[in-house]
């Protein structure tokens, strides 16, 4: 997985500020800084996950490199044919063509399926917009992405409802996969199933990862969901990344403090390991109107003056491990 | 059945409760045959899929089913009022009575997961927590006032005088949570049944909620009863669990023992199926094969065994009794009969 793979994606300075409108000639009042200067990037074949609270960006941040939504500014550069080309700058016409590169697996497995489709409908979809199959071919190539999914191949005209929870969401993923894609920006995939169902969908995910070496952008919020498939870990807080490393790093030895509490705050499988928990007082503040200096320092438990007026940079500590903190070096914080 | 000891006061006990729904499709059995007793301070975990009846036990107990659908058909809530009588027997209430009336909020409180549905929008949040005090608790209208912003204060609002004046959507989620637990604690409860409070909150809200909802445990020492899917708060907060599966409980313990020896091959599933934080080990995850069957036809026996990764029986498709094992440790399952 290390070095020597290449750079499949990489994201800089990526911001969408969403206008916020006000009164009978809704006039622009200001902007939700949703997204707010992301850097990042991915290799080939390996999972990054981003995690972080709602509203902190990070499903933005996946709409923004799939162009489902254009960015405000900044740069999303995708290998292609070995070279990186700026998708937030490709014309609309060509966007097309990248989704053959591109897709996405949704949260919810009841909205994201039409309900008028069968899943040969829903599944073939894709194969027959980029005329790359037809007829009998289409047929038998939707039948092999439901077997690679572990669906019958039987089922394929019965429509969503038939399904179950965890069945939709392997329709969904037979969908993403039929054009075979590089890269799968899986949105929170699995929170929206029961217990017992989401570990069939992350094996899954990874059996599948293996088989087409796809290349994810893993977004949860469930800590241990995102430990547990990702190489590399990247945390949002209000609309920026504040920490990214490996998944063993950023767990054991957080260097951002609201890693730290965030690690802290997730309740333990085991009743015998008591934590030693960071309350961050308040709330998220308004995105509309973050802070200055640092966005996180009114809830840090660290801050100095210097967190009040200075936006920290984005820096690499060495190792990859990335952090946005004036601090860093200098605090020994608590990690698993 | 366990016999209850002479000193051994509970404050419910639930005996063999079965709660049906009648739909145009056929009978749900929802809650078939539930058996649990809660202890004076004692937090109960109930812990389930969807589906498996956690939710509609509570509701049960409340008898805030609707009266058209649904029926307890079977079976005895006892709920000790501490007032030295012998315990009521909640099946037998009428659930628009003025009796239910005077316990629901009163001395049984409830937390709902969503509190954006479970609050109205077009009362202020002190308005709607005065009411329930008004309503309980003869201290008058100005008393009822002053009581409800004490406890906005007592759960971590700011400045509580000011949010008293505020609606449901000025709040945040963690913020409407917690005044939806002052409004559940307003009248200091003997019980209050939890259904998935932090289920809709984020991690570092929902640890503020836990902390909340322990320190207000250890001061005003009432007994919880929490539901949730979610194993980690369970391992947190309760000091018994019950886990069920399609309507009946499967196994019961004290916590450390459902998650240091469980031994329904449900509980051992799904503790196997969820990753567990900080295991550096990144092995493959033991699903439970198969999916919650679809609820008008639920396998006879035990419900779980179609999809039961242990060596089957014949004898798994008939009635199991809910066995004690050891003390303190039942389960249903023909592996320990």
Request: net charge neutral; with cysteine.
């Amino acid at each position: 997985m290390e070095q020597e793979n290449s750079i499949l994606l990489e994201v800089r300075n990526l911001k969408k500020y969403f206008p916020v409108q006000r009164g009978f000639f809704r006039r622009v009042a200001g902007y939700v800084r949703a997204v707010d200067g992301v850097s990042f990037f991915i290799r080939e074949g390996e999972t990054l996950g981003l995690v972080g609270e709602s509203g902190c960006g990070k499903t933005t941040t996946g709409r923004l490199i799939l162009r489902a939504i254009e960015p405000t500014e900044g740069e999303v550069l995708f290998r292609r044919n070995g070279e990186m080309v700026n998708i937030a700058q490709i014309p609309r016409k060509e966007i097309k063509a990248l989704r053959r590169e591109m897709q996405i697996i949704f949260q919810d497995p009841f909205s994201s399926l039409n309900p008028r489709m069968t899943v040969m409908d829903i599944v073939g979809e894709p194969l027959l917009i980029h005329g790359i199959a037809r007829g009998a071919e289409l047929k038998s190539q939707v039948r092999e992405l439901l077997e690679a999914v572990g669906l019958k191949a039987q089922h394929m005209n019965r429509y969503p409802y038939a399904f179950s929870g965890g069945q939709r969401q392997r329709i969904g993923i037979a969908r993403a996969l039929a054009l075979r894609p590089k890269l799968i920006v899986a949105d929170e995939p699995v929170s929206a199933l029961d217990v017992s169902v989401q570990a069939q969908v992350l094996n899954l995910l990874r059996d599948l990862q293996q088989e087409f070496g796809l290349t994810y952008l893993f977004i949860a919020h469930d800590l241990a969901v995102v430990e547990h498939i990702s190489d590399r870990v990247a945390v949002m807080y209000l609309g920026n990344i504040v920490e990214m490393a490996t998944a063993e790093k950023l767990y054991a030895n957080p260097k951002h403090p609201y890693t730290e509490a965030l690690l802290s705050a997730v309740p333990r499988t085991d009743p015998d390991r008591v934590t030693r928990r960071i309350l961050l007082p308040g709330d998220v503040p308004n995105p509309a109107a973050p802070p200055p200096g640092c966005k996180f320092h009114p809830r840090c438990r660290y801050a100095r003056d210097i967190c009040r007026v200075n936006i920290p940079v984005w820096h690499d500590l060495g190792d990859d491990h990335w952090v946005a903190c004036h601090l860093a070096n200098e605090l020994h914080l608590a990690g698993i | 059945m366990s016999t209850v000891s002479s000193n051994q006061r509970y404050i419910v006990q639930v005996e063999d409760l079965k709660t049906y729904f009648y739909t145009l499709d056929g009978v749900v059995r929802a809650v078939d045959g539930v058996s649990l007793q809660i202890k004076p301070g004692e937090t109960l975990g109930l812990v389930g899929e969807s589906g498996s009846g956690k939710s509609v036990t509570a509701l049960s107990i409340l008898r805030l089913l609707p009266v058209r659908t649904s029926r307890i058909v079977q079976g005895k809530i006892l709920f000790d009022r501490g007032d030295g009588r012998p315990p009521l027997d909640l099946t037998t209430v009428d659930p628009n009575g003025d009796l239910i009336r005077s316990i629901r909020g009163n001395e049984i409180a409830m937390i709902f997961q969503e509190p954006l549905t479970s609050l109205s929008p077009v009362h202020t949040v002190g308005e709607q927590i005065a009411e329930a005090v008004e309503l309980h608790q003869k201290i008058g209208k100005k008393g009822a006032r002053k009581r409800a912003i004490e406890m906005l204060e007592q759960v971590g609002i700011a400045m509580p005088e000011q949010r008293f004046h505020e609606y449901p959507h000025q709040l945040s989620g963690g913020m409407r949570q917690r005044a939806m637990i002052a409004m559940a604690l307003s009248c200091h409860p003997s019980l209050l049944i939890a259904d998935e409070p932090t289920t809709a909150l984020d991690v570092t809200i929902q640890a503020q909620i836990l902390e909340l909802m322990k320190s207000l445990q250890d001061e005003l020492g009432m007994a919880i009863l929490m539901i949730t899917h979610n194993l980690g708060v369970i391992a947190e907060m309760a000091d018994r669990v019950d886990v069920m599966y399609m309507g009946k409980l499967v196994e019961s313990s004290d916590v450390r023992t459902i998650f240091h020896c469980p031994l329904h091959p449900y509980t051992v599933g799904l503790l196997h199926s969820i990753p567990h934080l900080g295991r550096r080990v990144k092995e493959r995850l033991t699903p439970i094969p198969g999916t919650v069957p679809d609820p008008f036809s639920v396998p006879k026996g035990c419900a779980f065994y179609p999809r039961c990764p242990v060596q089957k029986k014949s004898a798994c498709e008939e009635d199991i009794p809910l066995v004690e094992v050891e003390p303190g440790h039942k389960v249903r399952c023909t592996l320990y009969l």
